[in-house]
């Protein structure tokens, strides 16, 4: 099955014990909720059923359907898990939101001037961070991208009718261009 709007879910990590069990990091606020949205499935198509979940720490030990072995959960270690966005509740409280319709928000400065757009909202460990590509002479997207902490400080307003996020930057940014492969 190919989902029309795939939103990232969770990432399965190391296998679990010898029964087919893996560690899987979460991306719901709930880790638990994981078990909410029926089938996850892979980027190539494959449908993963939780049968058992439970919490273990900062992850959710996870047994999936036809999953039996040490060895098949090992070969899971890294698989991306998604469900479709009209999965996913459209109630969401005041001041919440799903990251992933941040991606492609216009990016604003304190003036309301047009700076950039957010490509991703990556977590490398130490919190969600903002990708932001900057604009280029001609107004259009360059390769420069900067990372920004993901913070009430650094972005103040969150604006999803408008598609656009108002921003604070702090005075140091990490700056990379994207074409050249440097990380």
């Not at 899971?76 to 939101?97: A, C, G, I, M, Q």
């Amino acid at each position: 099955m190919k989902l029309d709007n795939p939103v990232l879910l969770a990432q399965v990590g190391a296998a679990h014990g010898i029964r087919g069990e893996v560690r899987v990091k979460t991306f719901t606020g709930d880790p638990l909720a994981i078990g909410d949205y029926g089938s996850l499935w892979s980027e190539d198509g494959r449908k993963f059923k939780i049968t058992n979940l439970r919490p273990q720490k900062t992850i959710v030990v996870v047994k999936f359907k036809g999953i039996n072995s040490r060895e098949e959960a090992e070969a899971l270690n890294r698989l991306e898990l998604f469900v479709d966005r009209s999965s996913l509740p459209d109630d969401t409280e005041e001041d919440e939101f799903y990251v992933t319709d941040l991606i492609g928000c216009d990016v604003l400065d304190q003036d309301g001037k047009h700076i950039g757009t957010v490509m991703t909202v990556p977590d490398f460990g130490a919190g969600p961070v903002l990708e932001i590509a900057s604009l280029n002479e001609a107004g259009g997207l360059s390769s420069k991208t900067y990372f920004m902490d993901f913070s009430r400080e650094n972005v103040p307003e969150i604006d999803l009718e408008k598609w656009s996020v108002t921003v604070s930057p702090p005075a140091e940014v990490s700056e990379r261009d994207s074409e050249s492969g440097d990380d």
